[in-house]
């Protein structure tokens, strides 16, 4: 590839900058996490007396623990049904495209597009009306309703690609359907299952809005929603605040960190096929 | 519970002759996605436009009152202005981070297999990663008067213009506009990195070989193959826009005096706190039509440019 | 794809009609009203009971309440949440509804009331005694049977009985020449003068986000000008009643001086609470309005530093007001333990320990009989200021509710947005108050 010198420079200063206005806003959380707490510190300035304790204050104001046991109860009761049911449902339109698979799947699809506050409402009389409120099935159960559109329109995807030969072979050898899905397909399909795993577990763990109308108690809501509660309860005490939101970005960042190559993969996929 | 599924048979009636024994089959592979869908989805999306034509408190009786909540919403000046905020949020959550995105994209093209731009990539990600009540929390302290923009401008010599950010009629919204262009930005940039890496570079050694420089190498080539690309970064960004909830509900709670209010911030104030369910959802109705009503065309556009 | 994008769209639409026709709410069953006519318990029991709380973020008294409580009942264990107060006043009627708590701090109280979502107290009243009380202390927390405050059942009680008027910091208030504090509406205008003159941000107050702090300084002008009893009747939503008049305008086009003038922090529309408090006990503000239940805060973090006056009249000798109310806390009306919260309400005004906790720690004036136990105070503390204020409003009857509290939403949807204008010279003072009285009025009928 021609790229002449200049370029290339201009390239590099322009992505450095774009790193740098990406990293400021954490830098400046994580600085003013280390000032004495209570206090009004301004912009970046390292403080004299580096406050490392705020952080195990956070952590106990903030009940990081519970909150994190929280979190993944929630996602482990997210993800893997919205993983079943999605790839059942891809399976079917993908793959078995049985009458009517077409406007099936349109319907799912019409639900793509729809911002959670269009139905938070009659959710929450629905949830109450469960008996569900300030349980964590308040998250679970409406979020794995409202992700379907998008796992079934992801592994249709997946499962459209797969040439059609392969069924037919193992149909031959007598296999039922069930036995054609578990056996053949869903190993193949792996890839695919992993991606949307970990897009379904980041939207999981960020959700907010059904956090704070379904469930009350901070205790028992997604990362993002206790992270709400958490500024009502500190937002008096800045330094407290920005340590108590780094503690909570900490496990997203950690996972990101250690599985950045799929995440980016997916993240990149998973908004080309949204 | 059965009756989506039976709704959906009775509308496909005309059935064409199966193609083997069984192949109803399917539908009892869907059946458990589309309960959850239909209970937790489909069912509240129609209770809300039931509700959008009632007058209820959530908790006593309720009173028919046709379209009036509608009316309402479209004649109170106050009421609008929801909408309109959203759309201004539009031109920063889409407008800044597709333009930047390419931009910058087409920048750094040439090096996006340096080891730079393999950092940058996950970088870039991280604010994509982070809830977004925490990124309305970051950018509430850098924004304040005491905060780290105010502090750079001063040091640039414009001492003069800072100022509460986010507490300013003239700022506020643009000023959470920048936090989703912030949160979008990164996302944008690496999708048509992606996009561009696809482009055959056959066609820019050509280009380059008659002489074109980057500006029209970037609209003959780069540009009309992005198209799709494009096409996804401006729906991403456009349903981000008008359903924005978190950075608001943290950084401005829709002041000052009503400036940074959006669509799902006032459902939520609307059901929960001032308890007018029907015009919630009425207000509810109306955004979820103007999601669609902005993400249909887009895709339209897309889609043909490709097929 | 025409015929199933057709086939779709019938889908959906059957769906909706499967979704069910009958109008939304209309099976909700009231609560039993009956229950609260019968006889009540005056006693926790000695069973484990946990109470579940729902408190303000930011003031540690019903915290420590709690705490001293479950020292001397240790069968009472709390489960407490909080949030800030417009989180609270949000949240109320659907948390008194679905997860009813069996105390919890409340906000205006009549529509909750109508909804019948709080527990009334008279039964509890009777049994305790608290009618001999005087009458003054509960009165904004009666609702009669037409929505209207200030007689009828009572319906919450207080943990205290609230105090607010102007704090300063005797240290810059001594810088500008300002020896003691002004008496007249006219002094106080001209040390606002002095102060900016000096260099100084005369008032700092909380107005961004959802609370609209100016809110206190216009009232108390309010009572400057006007007559506390009739901004009252507009609180209570007596008929008839408007915000909308000649001598609230005047107060209104005063707030509006102070702003053009500079007299206010520039930022104010971005602070909240507590970077209010902050900067004032920084040192950096002259002036706050606020209440009482800063002044045992105050009394520690700017121990002799702080003084405490009340907005003063505008002929030298007037009558002065303030708003004053108690510290509402009320009960579900499906509490499962409220018998055991009635009995904490009365021990928070009857127990020594409980009032030297409800003066010390939350600064102001217990509830209660008027010749209960009083805990000695420290001379020149802001707590003693503002107690003493506390007997001068008594005398000059002059204790207001807050403006806020007209409506459960007024203070979200009206005063604050409309003030954050006037603070950004966006409103006009006239408009400001029709546009307050339009609300109220649809709110109060609605």
Redesign the interface.
């Known amino acids: 590839?021609?790229?002449n010198r200049r370029?290339?420079l201009?390239?590099?200063v322009?992505?450095?900058l774009?790193?740098a206005?990406?990293?400021?806003?954490?830098v400046?959380?994580f600085v003013?996490a280390l000032h004495p707490s209570?206090s009004?510190?301004?912009?970046?300035s390292w403080p004299d007396d580096p406050q490392w304790g705020n952080f195990a204050d956070a952590f106990r104001s903030a009940r990081m623990g519970q909150l994190l046991v929280s979190s993944a109860l929630i996602v482990a009761g997210v993800v893997p049904i919205s993983l079943?049911?999605?790839t059942?449902?891809g399976?079917?339109?993908g793959h078995?495209?049985?009458?009517?698979?077409?406007?099936?799947f349109?319907?799912?699809v019409?639900?793509l597009?729809?911002?959670?506050?269009?139905?938070?409402?009659?959710?929450?009389?629905?949830v109450?009306d469960l008996g569900l409120?300030?349980t964590r099935w308040a998250i679970i159960?409406?979020l794995?309703?409202?992700f379907?559109?998008f796992?079934?329109l992801w592994m249709r995807a997946h499962f459209v690609t797969m040439p059609e030969d392969l069924s037919e072979a193992a149909r031959l050898d007598g296999a039922t359907?069930w036995q054609l899905?578990r056996r053949v397909h869903l190993p193949l399909a792996r890839p695919a299952l992993s991606s949307l795993a970990i897009l379904l577990f980041?939207w999981t763990?960020?959700q907010?809005?059904l956090a704070i109308?379904l469930v009350?108690?901070p205790a028992k809501r997604t990362?993002?929603g206790a992270?709400?509660?958490f500024?009502?309860?500190w937002?008096?005490?800045?330094p407290l605040?920005?340590a108590g939101?780094l503690l909570?970005?900490a496990p997203?960042?950690a996972v990101?960190?250690v599985f950045?190559r799929r995440?980016?993969a997916a993240?990149?996929q998973g908004?080309?096929k949204? | 519970m059965t009756r989506p599924r039976s709704a959906?048979?009775t509308?496909?009636a005309p059935?064409?002759r199966?193609r083997r024994p069984?192949?109803?089959?399917?539908?009892l592979?869907?059946a458990?996605?589309?309960v959850?869908?239909a209970?937790?989805?489909?069912?509240?999306?129609a209770?809300?436009v039931q509700?959008s034509f009632y007058d209820w408190n959530?908790i006593g009786a309720s009173r028919w009152v046709g379209a009036a909540n509608y009316t309402r919403l479209f004649t109170d000046p106050e009421q609008f202005a929801p909408i309109l905020h959203a759309f201004e949020l539009i031109l920063f959550f889409s407008g800044i981070p597709v333009l930047l995105g390419l931009f910058?994209a087409a920048?750094?093209?040439?090096?996006a297999q340096?080891r730079?731009?393999l950092?940058?990539?996950?970088?870039?990600?991280?604010?994509?990663?982070?809830?977004?009540?925490?990124?309305g929390?970051?950018?509430s302290?850098?924004l304040s008067t005491?905060?780290?923009a105010?502090?750079?401008l001063s040091a640039v010599g414009l001492g003069g213009v800072t100022r509460a950010w986010l507490g300013d009629f003239g700022t506020a919204l643009p000023a959470v506009g920048v936090i989703g262009a912030?949160v979008l930005?990164?996302?944008c940039?690496?999708?048509l990195l992606?996009g561009m890496s696809k482009i055959d570079?056959a066609l820019?050694?050509s280009a380059?070989l008659d002489g074109a420089g980057?500006v029209r190498e970037f609209f003959a080539i780069t540009l009309p193959s992005l198209r799709?690309?494009i096409g996804?970064?401006v729906t991403?960004t456009i349903?981000a826009a008008?359903?924005s909830?978190?950075i608001v509900?943290?950084a401005t709670q829709g002041g000052p005096g009503n400036s940074t209010m959006v669509?799902?911030l006032e459902?939520?104030y609307l059901?929960?706190a001032e308890r007018e369910?029907g015009r919630?959802?009425a207000l509810?109705?109306v955004?979820?039509l103007l999601?669609?009503a902005c993400?249909l065309p887009v895709q339209r556009f897309t889609r043909d440019g490709s097929r | 794809m025409r015929y199933?994008?057709i086939?779709?769209l019938a889908?959906?639409g059957l769906l909706i009609a499967a979704a069910g026709c009958s109008a939304?709410g209309s099976d909700s069953g009231t609560p039993d009203a009956a229950s609260s006519a019968a006889a009540v318990t005056t006693s926790c029991g000695s069973d484990p009971v946990t109470l579940k709380g729902y408190f303000e973020?930011?003031f540690p008294l019903p915290k420590q309440l709690a705490d001293e409580f479950t020292k001397q009942f240790p069968n009472v264990k709390w489960e407490v949440?909080?949030?800030?107060f417009a989180?609270i006043t949000q949240?109320a009627p659907?948390?008194l509804a679905?997860?009813p708590p069996d105390l919890m701090r409340l906000p205006q109280v009549s529509e909750l009331v109508k909804d019948s979502l709080l527990k009334p107290l008279d039964a509890y009243a009777q049994a305790y005694g608290w009618d001999k009380w005087p009458a003054s202390q509960l009165e904004q927390l009666r609702v009669n049977p037409g929505g209207q405050r200030g007689d009828g059942p009572l319906q919450a009680q207080g943990l205290n009985f609230s105090m607010t008027g102007v704090f300063y910091n005797k240290k810059l208030a001594a810088q500008i020449g300002m020896t003691q504090p002004p008496a007249t509406l006219a002094e106080l205008d001209t040390v606002l003068r002095k102060a900016k003159d000096a260099g100084l941000t005369p008032i700092n107050q909380f107005n961004g986000g959802a609370t609209g702090g100016l809110a206190f300084p216009l009232q108390n002008l309010m009572a400057a000008y006007g007559d506390p009893a009739a901004i009252n009747d507009w609180i209570f939503q007596k008929p008839g009643a408007t915000i909308d008049t000649p001598s609230n305008l005047q107060a209104t086009q005063h707030l509006e001086k102070w702003i053009k003038a500079g007299y206010f922090a520039p930022d104010i529309n971005s602070q909240?609470?507590?970077?209010m408090?902050?900067?004032f006990i920084?040192g950096k503000a002259l002036f706050i309005f606020n209440g009482d239940w800063e002044s045992g805060n105050l009394d520690k973090q700017m121990a002799g530093n702080a003084g405490f006056f009340l907005m003063p009249p505008q002929a030298p000798g007037g009558k002065q007001a303030a708003m004053s109310a108690p510290l509402t806390y009320g009960i579900s009306a499906k509490a499962p333990h409220a018998d055991c919260a009635a009995y904490f309400l009365n021990w928070v005004a009857t127990n020594q320990k409980a009032r030297d906790i409800a003066v010390t720690v939350g600064g102001s004036h217990p509830m209660g009989p008027s010749d209960a136990y009083m805990p000695p105070v420290k001379e020149g503390t802001v707590t003693a200021a503002t107690l003493t204020a506390g007997a001068t409003i008594g005398k000059d009857n002059g204790a207001m509710d807050f403006i806020a509290n007209a409506t459960g939403a007024i203070y979200a949807k009206s005063w604050t947005p409309q003030l954050q204008k006037l603070a950004a010279g966006q409103q006009s003072a006239d408009a400001l108050l029709k546009s307050v009285q339009k609300d109220y009025e649809s709110q109060v009928k609605g």
Not at chain 1, 21 to 26: A, L, N, R, S
Not at chain 1, 96 to 104: E, Q
Not at chain 1, 113 to 126: D, S
């Open positions: 590839m021609i790229v370029e290339a201009i390239g590099r322009l992505l450095l774009l790193m206005i990406t990293v400021v806003p954490f400046s959380l003013t209570g009004y510190p301004a912009g970046l079943l049911f999605g059942m449902a399976f079917a339109f078995l495209r049985m009458p009517g698979h077409r406007i099936g349109l319907i799912f019409l639900g597009t729809l911002p959670f506050e269009g139905i938070i409402t009659p959710l929450y009389y629905q109450r409120l300030n159960l409406p794995i309703g409202l379907m559109p796992s079934v359907t899905f980041l763990w960020n907010f809005l109308v009350d108690d990362m993002a992270l709400g509660a500024q009502g309860q937002g008096t005490d800045i605040l920005c939101s909570i970005l997203t960042l990101f960190l950045q995440f980016v993240l990149l908004s080309i949204g | 959906t048979r509308a496909t059935v064409r199966s069984g192949a109803w089959l399917g539908w592979f869907a458990p996605a589309a959850m869908y209970v937790f989805v489909l069912r509240p999306l209770l809300t509700y959530g910058v920048t750094i093209r040439g090096i340096s730079l731009a950092v940058a990539r996950t970088v870039l990600f991280l604010p994509q990663v982070i809830p977004l009540v925490a990124a929390i970051m950018w302290w850098l005491t905060g780290l105010n502090e750079f912030w930005v990164g996302l940039t690496l999708l992606a570079v820019y050694e380059r980057p799709q690309e996804v970064c991403v349903i008008l359903a909830f978190d509900y943290i669509p799902g459902i939520f059901a929960f369910v919630a959802s509810a109705v955004l979820v999601v669609l993400v | 199933p994008t086939a779709a889908c959906t939304p973020t930011g949440r909080e949030d800030q989180v949240n659907r948390v679905d997860d909240d609470y507590a970077t408090m902050s900067r920084g």
